[in-house]
């Protein structure tokens, strides 16, 4: 059978992308590798894993009586709670009719004859389509573990994106965690809890902010949802999906009283952005940055008792917010207790796991249990981990060997009608991830909605616009702080990977506006053609 689109992946992107084209009235199959929707929820399921985007904010918008209906328990929902969440939207919408589970997807090729995508999957299956459109998320291929002997360790092995579904109990065990990105300031002080000794390999510190995270009172619910719709609106205006603060000031034009008593505010919100979000150039200008970030070491030299172990988390080799923030419960405050220990591996570098546990320069610890929170492969590391081959048989993996090229982070020159949700060079992980999700949805949906009516075949990127945007992704992020730090946003973290800026730093409204614009001037950048051949409605 030959569908209007295959859809690649069934978290949040791919079951409302299916929602969408269903109502417009295309056939789409959603190919999902786990055996049920949620995506990055229904695989990272490591203690302590929750979104630090308020749960309010990190959900659809597109359903008015499914907002007004679903009652959030906590200001910051659980992984439980959200994969909950997607089971109900699945269930609700009737979705899983058209998912395929336990389906990976091995290689996609564009036909040029049929102007199609055909699609395989690992357990031998075909699918055909007009439209393939990738919606496997930014952080979901875990990044292989560089660390030498991983096989030889005898003892149990976890990764905190491939989490049993049935928990870990860590009571009285020996455990070591590498790592102290968000999934590891979330899981440590958990298994810190139960662990008779706790070991956390640090390479890189980084900057926390307590979640203070509650149950959500009844009031502040009802007063949401009495306007949600206009919460919603300013939201996707914004420069990070959710509604943006007022930042009219210079950090360096206040006195530093005033200042601390803005970040203090900040810092007891309890929210991802509230610091960054202080003053207009703490992302543009180093000695601005300087002032947020010695604020965030203070808190934590006030924290942690040990001051060799507190100046040990205090991170000083990139501005604060140039690597992904953190949110915690007790993060730093588990440093104090007896039974965990930290080693800074800049010091003692990591060299081998061994069959009793992992070796430093300095010395072996030996453990019950590794956690590795050692991070993704992001934003490309899943798209190229399917064999996509475009016109002419290239393929995408070498069209990026450099980096990745889209346009709008969209669509890929010589890969017609293959969308990527949340590709690279769009807002994506430097947003609330649903609003970046519903805006390229709606996007794609309307795009291919208008080619139907126009009797168009296809649509594919113009080499010439894809250039000017990766220019202009580049162009804005160069007039940050961004390209400083050696971060997963740079693809730094994975051995080999071009140091490129992956998402687009300009804000979600402005990004929404180029977007519209594109579309409103006959989708300007694209070309798109009929059987007929060229079409000249495209600039
Ligand atoms: P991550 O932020 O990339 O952190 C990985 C950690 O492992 C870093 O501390 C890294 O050190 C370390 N590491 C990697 N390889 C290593 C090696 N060979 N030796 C020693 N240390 C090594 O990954 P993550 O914590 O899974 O988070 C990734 C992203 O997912 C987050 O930034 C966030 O966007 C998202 N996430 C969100 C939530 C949430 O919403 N609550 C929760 C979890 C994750 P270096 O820094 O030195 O590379």
Request: aromatic share 12%; net charge negative.
């Amino acid at each position: 059978m030959k569908y209007d689109a295959v859809i690649a992946g069934a978290g949040f992107a791919g079951m409302y992308m299916l929602y969408r084209l269903r109502e417009l009235g295309f056939s789409a199959i959603v190919l999902e590798a786990a055996d049920g929707v949620g995506g990055t929820w229904y695989w990272n399921r490591y203690p302590g894993a929750r979104c630090d985007v308020q749960s309010m904010d990190y959900s659809y918008s597109f359903s008015e009586e499914l907002q007004q209906e679903w009652v959030w328990s906590e200001k910051y929902a659980t992984q439980p709670e959200i994969l909950r969440y997607a089971n109900h939207v699945a269930d609700r919408f009737d979705l899983r009719r058209d998912i395929r589970f336990e389906r990976r997807i091995a290689s996609a090729a564009y036909d040029e004859n049929n102007a199609s995508w055909r699609v395989a999957t690992e357990c031998g299956e075909t699918y055909e389509a007009q439209f393939y459109i990738v919606a496997t998320g930014c952080l979901s291929m875990p990044k292989e573990i560089d660390i030498p002997g991983v096989e030889r360790f005898k003892g149990k092995r976890y990764h905190s994106a491939n989490w049993p579904h049935e928990g870990v109990d860590f009571s009285g065990l020996r455990v070591g965690v590498i790592g102290t990105g968000s999934s590891a300031i979330q899981s440590i002080p958990l298994i810190a809890a139960q662990a008779a000794e706790l070991t956390v390999f640090q390479r890189t510190a980084a900057f926390s902010m307590p979640a203070f995270n509650r149950p959500l009172q009844g009031e502040e619910i009802t007063a949401r949802k009495a306007n949600y719709a206009e919460f919603r609106e300013r939201s996707r205006y914004s420069l990070f999906g959710v509604p943006d603060l007022a930042m009219d000031k210079s950090a360096l034009e206040v006195s530093a009283e005033e200042r601390n008593a803005t970040y203090e505010a900040a810092w007891q919100g309890g929210t991802l952005i509230a610091l960054l979000e202080s003053y207009n150039d703490i992302m543009t200008s180093t000695a601005a940055n300087e002032t947020a970030a010695e604020f965030v070491r203070q808190k934590i030299r006030s924290i942690v008792k040990d001051p060799k172990t507190a100046e040990t988390l205090c991170p000083t080799t990139f501005p604060i917010g140039t690597k992904r923030p953190c949110l915690d419960t007790g993060y730093y405050e588990t440093f104090n207790a007896e039974h965990v220990t930290l080693v800074d591996v800049r010091h003692t570098p990591l060299e081998e796991v061994t069959e009793r546990g992992v070796r430093t320069s300095a010395t072996e610890y030996e453990f019950d249990a590794i956690v590795f929170a050692t991070g993704f492969d992001a934003m490309t590391g899943a798209i190229v981990s399917v064999d996509i081959t475009g016109r002419g048989g290239v393929t995408l993996k070498e069209r990026w060997q450099h980096g990745p090229a889209t346009y709008l982070g969209l669509m890929v020159a010589e890969f017609p009608n293959l969308f990527t949700i949340t590709g690279p060079g769009s807002p994506s992980v430097m947003s609330n991830m649903m609003v970046s999700i519903e805006q390229h949805v709606d996007w794609i949906a309307e795009c291919m909605r208008t080619l139907r009516e126009r009797g168009a075949t296809t649509i594919e990127a113009r080499p010439e616009a894809e250039q000017a945007w990766v220019a202009h992704v580049n162009e804005v992020a160069d007039a940050t702080l961004f390209p400083q730090a050696n971060s997963w946003y740079m693809g730094v973290n994975v051995p080999g990977k071009p140091r490129v800026f992956l998402p687009y730093i300009g804000g979600v409204g402005p990004y929404r506006m180029k977007c519209d614009e594109v579309a409103g001037n006959a989708y300007e950048g694209f070309a798109i053609t009929t059987e007929a051949g060229l079409s000249a409605a495209a600039g």
